[in-house]
């Protein structure tokens, strides 16, 4: 450092200390901002990065969202298949452009389906084709069974019900015990990749179908209507005189039938639930008309009024057509079946 000298006169000279230099003062304080400005970029960063996280989070939850799947199958289930189908044995003609729904009828003997077919068959544009797998060979194996599926739903299958070219719903009825729950799993793949619909038709009263199945069972081989077997009347006359037989019950097996028959429904929509079905009680439809409604809502189809010509067999109380009808209330009171006793629609 250079030292200050000051001259005051020729005798006296006096010397002051050199000043301290600002250099070290300045070097702590460019220390000190450089500390700040390294705190002051990491705080920075760091908010930087958590916008950025949040932006990314965000972004993740609009492009790929993910609702509660059984929603999604609800939803998708409300919408029937739309299908375009061109038939070898025919042409659609103007009616190509039309979609056609496929649909079957799934239920029991004895339970309804044979009217609620006729009901469905009235609409001008369906086409349900009846019990086809009453025969044996249709049901053989898998193999024939989807072949006949295709050959229906291809609308290349004519029977007298076939609407043909203009057709907006085409089916058939289908009995659980015609190779439906044996071949279950080839027949839900087949439905779901063909986007068939199923309608499940039961009866509430199962011990009023246990009475029609027995008398339709007899009828068989006692031909009551001139010698001709009917399992479906159209008149009063033939239904009093179907009606007029009055079978025995087993009333020692009867809980156990009951149950049996019960439960083959409940395996039946158990093993066909990831479908496209609707379950329908031949009860309801028969005092709600609505019910009919919503099956048209189902398939897609234009509202009307659907009507049939067939006539109720066994009208009236269970007890006029049971031969042991106290057997049987004693058997059934007090059980989970009591209600079959009195209900009636």
Known sequence: MAECIFLVNKDTLIIKPPKKSPLFLR??????AMVCGVYICIICLKQISTVTNIKFQNIQVIERPSPDSIIIRRLEAQIPTLHYPKPETFSRGGCSE?????FAILSMQRSGSGWFETLLNSHINVSSNGEIFSVRDRRENISTIIQTLDKVYNLDW??????NECSAAVGFKWML???LIEHHKQIVEYFNRRGVSALFLFRRN??????????NSHDRYAKLLNGTHKSHVHSQEE???LSSYKPMINSTSLISDLKEVEMAAVQALNYFNSTRHMVLYYEDLVTNHMKIKDVQEFLGLPQMELTSRQVKIHQGPLSDFVKNWDDV???LNGTEYESFLRSDY
């Open 98 to 102: 039309n979609p056609v729904h496929f």
């Open 206 to 215: 199962l011990l009023r179908r246990m009475v029609s199945v027995l008398a």
């Open 158 to 163: 004519f029977t007298s019900a076939s609407k």
């Open 27 to 32: 070097t702590i304080v460019l220390l000190f």
């Open 239 to 241: 239904a009093a005189a």
């Open 177 to 179: 015990n015609q190779g």
């Open 329 to 331: 209330g004693k058997t």
